[in-house]
Every structure is written in C-alpha cells, then in structure tokens.
C-alpha cells in the first residue's frame, strides 16, 4: 500500500484543461490535495496494530477506531471512477458484477463475525456445541 503512495506522487494526471501533467511538483502537489489523506489512512497496518496491542477492542473510546478502515472503501469508489469510462465492454461488466458479489458476501461475512463474538464475549461461555448436544439430547 506505502508503495502504491510512492507510485501516485509519480504518476501524471490531466488537469482540467485536458493537459497531461507530468512536472513532479505539479503532481505532488495535486496528489496531497486530493487522494493522500485517504491513502494514507487506508495504508495503515490495522491488524499489527491490533497485534501489537497498540489498541484494543475492549479498551474504551477505541471501538471507533476500526471505521478508518472505511477509508480502504474510497480507495475502491476512486478505482471505480477510473474504471467507468471502459464500462462499454461487457466481460468488463461481468468482472465487476462479480467482484460486487464478492463483496457483498464478504461483508456479510463480516457481519456474522461480529454479531458472533459480540454474543461470544457477552455470555462469555464456551461454545462447544458437542457438550450442549451430548446433555439435552442424551438417552441415559
């Protein structure tokens, strides 16, 4: 991710006059007007950060911390923005239908985990369904 930061201080871009603008400053410049911020942000190694217990789920006033992580979602926003001007070709279309599927369930996925160690740590009991079963359904 740092290196794709390092990539788009190099990277021209046209301005809105419709010129290509290749002058490093210029590019520089524009960069940390626009999309740095969020790059930066979205950059940021979440999960060492949580492993080297720089913060911490249960610590208070640090649950908000993860939606930074929403940054990454811009990232996808300004790569769709790039992408639809090819939008006439339709494996393009289906590549991105399924990659939005892809998403979606991942998402979903994350939901499920969440509402399922929020209940883990909220009755704080194991969860071993084989104990549980063995007992309310034994034939002794």
């Known amino acids: 991710m740092f290196a794709d930061i390092a ?4 990277t ?6 419709g010129e290509v603008v290749s002058s490093s400053r210029s590019i520089a410049v524009n960069y940390l007007k626009s999309w740095f911020i969020v ?13 080297s217990d720089v913060y ?4 208070p006033g640090t649950g908000h911390i993860h ?27 289906l590549t991105l239908l399924m ?9 979903l996925a994350c939901l499920w985990f969440v509402i399922a160690d929020y ?4 009755y704080r009991q194991d969860w071993d369904l084989g104990e549980c079963w063995d007992e309310r359904f034994s034939t002794d």
Do not use: C
């Open 7 to 10: 990539l788009n201080f190099r």
């Open 12 to 17: 021209t871009y046209v301005s809105k006059k």
């Open 39 to 51: 790059d930066l942000l979205a950059a940021l190694p979440f999960d060492l950060l949580y492993a």
């Open 56 to 59: 911490s789920y249960d610590e």
């Open 67 to 93: 939606l930074l992580k929403l940054t990454r979602l811009l990232r996808l926003a300004r790569l769709l923005q790039k992408m639809d001007r090819y939008s006439q070709y339709s494996a393009l279309i």
């Open 99 to 107: 990659l939005s599927f892809t998403l979606v369930a991942h998402w």
């Open 119 to 122: 209940e883990r740590n909220r």
